[in-house]
């Protein structure tokens, strides 16, 4: 068995047994450098014992100018007027196209994910600046910097199969435009944070990033051709705020007045974004990518703090993340619940056709997943509001809370929920969720006319949950192949006909881990200990897995440079660690959102509150809401009008 040498296996023994976990090997998604290379810049130098004679050390000198900082200067005359309708009205907006933010970016292979790509030089490094012409020169408007990250995997902006520029943008021809000539927005719509950016004069800016798919030509760099692996997607949204500090002067808005916007993905780039503001674990990986700021030393002169997050459903702490997914759904027994709804034929859409909405299909493996949660949960260290511990013992209870004001709330707001007792339909939502609108019996909440909930089942929610929507496969995230071909992967699983129940695989977030020359790579125990070794859709990747290398998870030489990788992507470890933490947080979480544990983003929060830098955090669920996100935008902006007001 042979293992990559850019693997960063060569860590000393002694610095993984001393710290496993802050590793400093370096992650897999640099522009133009090697893991090696990568991983030595990251890694501290050993430092030689001191003499006795040895004269005082000089005075630390300050970070120079950033080595790129003259070729990343913003032009501000290379825009294109675009008149849109705003609230009704004809307004012209400025739109400054696919703008570079890094002075090394990654070249792009023709054929990504989004098709063929015309920005092969920058494509994933940029980004699309809109602002109102009015509002054109003002130094003090807020700009919102949404990230476009969508299941971590890489976003792209450009032009789509040689478009020409003039022809009207459509989503097959272009990539990034949110903003488009002749388009119609409004400042008080639920659904468009477009129109009420704009309205406000905010800059409205669409940042791309590299993250998992994103691939390079074969050839171009000596580390591979997969770019975009850990941290890239992170490190790319801190060089964009670089770029915009860098450039403050010369571009609309004030670069102190960061709002960063994410669902999903997003939402978890937008969390690691704001917690890890000017963070030295990621310098190396900034100068790699020939971020601003960044001196010919790897030093900072600039900052990539944030001021605000608005987050949607993060799906963060991937490393974790299987644990919690399988104790949610099975604390209190829903996999198995909703598997013998299905076999009972009891899963029917409103004319009582059977819906496939199961998803049991290694119940032991659950059970074990599910029981390490206990520990994890525990080692956090985290309280409740009541000050109490926060553990798996009263996890579910504070969640109860949750989702019990997220119904008030909704009531509260003048909608209805389905009455105890009737029956209503819910949509399907989420990846790899099934088709289909569920019939469903309301048995597990009563809500009266005045918003007060009298009665709740946290069991039958979360079977509804669970059948609104199937369930993710096991391992939900670090699945044991790479594609959605293994959803032909027969389970236990039967209709109430006794058809067999195929595994809803969907490839996970594991070929957002590894080296720039691997496909993927497990990151957890389980998934490691359990690859499937290759099938005949999955090639063996010969270095990873415990059929494909003899290695467990325990005996990895690659767990080091993973779990680092991992840690870069995980906000819980900088919280309360972190000085430029971005101050104001708003998280928001579908309350049927299947998509993840609803631990996740709650644990993210009651770190934040218990961090003593942050002033603002607005939790909560939503009620009636899937796995999405600025489905609230009056309030959500709302809420940012006050934190830029300072209240």
């Avoid at 850990?230 to 949204?237: F, G, K, N, W, Y």
């Avoid at 949950?465 to 032909?488: C, E, I, M, N």
């Avoid at 990788?565 to 101050?583: D, E, K, S, W």
Wanted: charged share 15%; aromatic share 10%.
């Amino acid at each position: 068995m042979k293992f990559h040498p850019d693997c960063c296996f060569a860590l000393s023994a002694v610095m993984l047994a001393v710290t496993p976990f802050m590793s400093g090997c370096g992650g897999g998604g640099d522009s133009g450098i090697g893991f090696v290379a990568a991983a030595q810049a990251a890694a501290p130098a050993a430092s030689p014992a001191p003499s006795p004679a040895a004269a005082p050390a000089p005075a630390a000198q300050p970070p120079g100018p950033g080595v790129y900082d003259a070729a990343l200067a913003f032009d501000p005359a290379r825009y294109t007027t675009l008149t849109v309708t705003l609230d009704g009205v004809p307004t012209p907006v400025r739109w400054y196209r696919e703008v570079c933010y890094t002075g090394k970016p990654m070249k792009l292979a023709p054929t990504q994910s989004a098709g063929a790509v015309d920005n092969q030089a920058c494509g994933y490094q940029n980004m699309n600046v809109f602002v109102r012409e009015v509002d054109a020169s003002r130094q003090d408007n807020a700009i919102l910097l949404n990230v476009n990250n969508s299941g971590w995997l890489a976003s792209y902006q450009g032009g789509l199969g040689n478009w020409d520029g003039k022809t009207a943008i459509t989503n097959a021809n272009y990539r990034g435009a949110d903003i488009v000539d002749g388009g119609s927005y409004s400042s008080t719509s639920d659904t468009d944070k477009r129109g009420a950016a704009l309205a406000r004069g905010f800059v409205y800016i669409n940042m791309a990033s590299r993250s998992r798919g994103a691939t390079a030509p074969v050839g171009v760099y000596s580390d591979g051709i997969y770019q975009g692996k850990s941290p890239a997607a992170i490190v790319d949204a801190k060089a964009a705020v670089r770029y915009l500090r860098l450039n403050d002067a010369r571009m609309p808005g004030n670069a102190e007045r960061i709002v960063v916007n994410g669902t999903s993905g997003g939402g978890a780039q937008t969390a690691q974004l704001a917690a890890t503001g000017d963070s030295a674990d990621y310098l190396p990986y900034l100068q790699a990518a020939g971020a601003a700021g960044v001196d010919a030393k790897g030093r900072s002169s600039i900052s990539d703090a944030v001021y605000a997050a608005v987050a949607y459903c993060p799906i963060q702490d991937l490393g974790s993340a299987d644990l919690a997914y399988e104790w949610m759904f099975n604390v209190l027994g829903t996999r198995a619940a909703v598997s013998a709804d299905q076999k009972a034929g009891l899963i029917v859409d409103a004319s009582g056709n059977e819906l496939v909405r199961a998803s049991n299909p290694n119940p032991a493996a659950s059970a074990a997943l599910a029981a390490r949660f206990v520990s994890y949960q525990a080692a956090l260290g985290l309280k409740n509001e009541d000050g109490l511990a926060l553990t798996a013992d009263n996890m579910l209870a504070n969640l109860q809370v949750e989702i019990r004001k997220a119904a008030s709330a909704y009531v509260k707001s003048g909608k209805s929920i389905v009455a105890f007792n009737a029956f209503g339909s819910a949509a399907a939502n989420g990846v790899a969720g099934g088709s289909g609108t569920l019939y469903y019996k309301n048995d597990f909440i009563d809500v009266d006319a005045t918003g007060t909930v009298t009665y709740f089942n946290m069991a039958n929610y979360l079977k509804f949950v669970a059948k609104q929507a199937r369930l993710k496969a096991l391992p939900a995230f670090d699945q044991l192949g790479q594609t959605g071909a293994l959803a032909s992967t027969s389970t236990a699983d039967t209709t109430k006909a006794g058809s067999v129940v195929y595994a809803n695989y969907s490839g996970g977030e594991s070929n957002l881990f590894g080296t720039a020359s691997q496909v993927y790579s497990n990151f957890t125990e389980y998934g490691w200990n359990n690859n499937n070794g290759g099938d005949a859709v999955n090639a063996a990747v010969a270095d990873v897995g415990l059929a494909n290398t003899g290695y467990t998870w325990a005996a990895n030489p690659q767990k080091g440079f993973l779990l680092n990788q991992y840690r870069l992507v995980n906000a819980l470890p900088y919280v309360g660690n972190t000085a430029a933490i971005a101050p104001n947080w708003r998280i928001r979480v579908g309350a049927r959102d299947r998509d993840t544990s609803f631990t996740v983003a709650y644990n993210l929060s009651r770190a934040l509150k218990a961090d003593g830098r942050v002033r603002n955090v607005d939790y909560a669920l939503h009620w009636d809401q899937g796995h999405a996100g600025n489905y609230d935008v009056q309030d959500a902006f709302g809420w940012i009008d006050r934190r830029l007001a300072g209240q």
